[in-house]
């Protein structure tokens, strides 16, 4: 598509119950990244992808969160036992090439963001 | 859509004036410095970047403007019209290869 797509756009689980947040990327971009954005806050770095290289996992707040991305382009994120905590909007994008590297053109490692999914845990 | 904060700062401007929106990150050794512009209910959309090299950057109605001695950031929207109003987000990459850092955002609100 022209864009990233995220589904679904709103998810409301209740407390304890797994959901799955899919992200589909701008076709060719090898990079992919899920953020998570709460309320009166910033967006904050959850875990990316760079082709076949092995994820940067370093920003999932807890091991309920785990992400895969299947064949190079779809992303799930997968949030077990979800807490009240883990309300937020949850934002995929994603880049032709991975965090800028030194001398590259930065237009290539620009992050193109869908529109999120809003998960409401109550 | 919802906002995306309730609580962020936010700047007021008449339309037509230039809206200076500010950002100060704490990493020296920040070498990549961007801005976005996101409005209710949708995703963070890229407006400007800036390579540490570079003190000024110039886009159509935008600048980003790079103090590294105070390690502070500007984005300057000249001639404020009512679609800028939104949350900005700055974001820097910290060190070697890795994923930019946002800040947590100010909220433009332009007044016709």
């Known amino acids: 598509g022209a864009g990233v797509s995220q589904s679904p756009s709103n998810k409301v689980t209740e407390k304890g119950k797994d959901v799955e947040l899919r992200c589909d990327p701008i076709s060719g971009h090898t990079a992919l990244y899920w953020y998570r954005q709460s309320l009166g806050q910033g967006l904050e770095f959850l875990i990316y992808f760079q082709g076949n290289s092995a994820p940067d996992k370093s920003g999932l707040p807890s091991d309920r969160f785990s992400a895969e991305r299947t064949g190079g382009s779809v992303s799930t994120l997968t949030i077990q036992r979800t807490q009240q905590e883990d309300s937020a909007v949850y934002l995929c994008?994603?880049?032709?090439?991975?965090?800028?590297?030194?001398?590259?053109?930065?237009?290539?490692?620009?992050?193109?963001f869908g529109a999120g999914s809003r998960l409401t845990v109550l | 859509g919802e906002s995306v904060g309730l609580h962020l700062p936010t700047l007021s401007v008449q339309e037509g004036d230039n809206s200076i929106i500010n950002c100060a990150y704490s990493?020296?050794?920040?070498?990549?410095f961007i801005w976005y512009k996101q409005e209710s209910g949708k995703g963070p959309q890229f407006i400007i970047d800036?390579?540490?090299?570079?003190d000024k950057r110039q886009g159509q109605r935008v600048t980003v403007l790079l103090n590294k001695t105070v390690k502070h950031l500007s984005l300057q929207i000249a001639a404020t019209q009512p679609g800028d109003s939104a949350v900005y987000f700055c974001a820097e990459r910290r060190w070697g290869n890795t994923p930019l850092v946002f800040g947590k955002g100010t909220r433009l609100s332009v007044i016709a």
């Open positions: 800036i390579r540490s090299n570079m």
């Open positions: 990493n020296s050794a920040s070498d990549y």
């Open positions: 994008a994603s880049s032709l090439q991975g965090p800028l590297l030194a001398g590259g053109e930065s237009g290539a490692n620009v992050l193109t």
